[in-house]
């Protein structure tokens, strides 16, 4: 495995992991209050 490319690339991809895992848990707090599936957070973040 080559690893990544710079400092930033790392950090960025490993703060969308932490992202994901956070999701999974129900720890993120929606502005809205809906609840929203673990799809449904994720692809509201995306958009």
Partial sequence: MLGFQSFR???VTLQ????VH???????ILVT????SAA???YALAA
């Fill in 9 to 11: 690339s790392a950090r």
């Fill in 16 to 19: 969308g992991i932490e992202l």
């Fill in 22 to 28: 956070m999701i999974k848990k129900g720890q993120m």
């Fill in 33 to 36: 209050g809906e609840k929203l």
């Fill in 40 to 42: 449904q957070q994720f």
